[in-house]
């Protein structure tokens, strides 16, 4: 199993910033970059939304439209951590933010699909106050 630990959540104001972390561990983790990792998020009363994705060498990031532009993800491999950098926040940026990591053979590929990831991590929540 790999286990995927999410921090750096809370309460920010509407064009604050706040910076997401997930590291990764487990018996089976038996290296970082063998993972294409995501970001995703759900607000209350609505189903999980793609927020971006980065490869397994980093090279390749995708991004939902609503964060293009604002939201940088970024990967650090010799840490087994990867990152969301959210910058200008908005009200409707507000839910609870998980990781995901799927094995891929490829290392320029990323994965937007929830349903392609195999590991997922607990959450940890973002509210931003307008």
């Known amino acids: 199993q790999v286990q995927l630990q999410e921090s750096g959540g809370g309460l920010v104001k509407a064009g604050g910033s706040v910076r997401l972390s997930c590291a990764a561990s487990g018996r089976t983790l038996s290296d970082f970059s063998d993972y294409a990792m995501g970001w995703f998020r759900q607000a209350p009363g609505k189903e999980h939304e793609f927020v971006a994705t980065?490869?397994?060498?980093?090279?390749?990031?995708y991004y939902a439209e609503s964060v293009k532009g604002r939201f940088t993800i970024s990967r650090d491999n010799a840490k087994n951590t990867v990152y969301l950098q959210m910058n200008s926040l908005k009200p409707e940026d507000t839910a609870v933010y998980y990781c995901?990591?799927?094995?891929?053979?490829?290392?320029?590929?990323?994965?937007?699909?929830?349903?392609?990831?195999?590991?997922w991590g607990q959450g940890t929540q973002v509210t931003v106050s307008s």
């Open positions: 980065i490869s397994r060498s980093g090279i390749t990031q």
């Open positions: 995901a990591a799927e094995s891929l053979s490829s290392w320029a590929l990323v994965v937007i699909g929830k349903g392609e990831y195999a590991y």
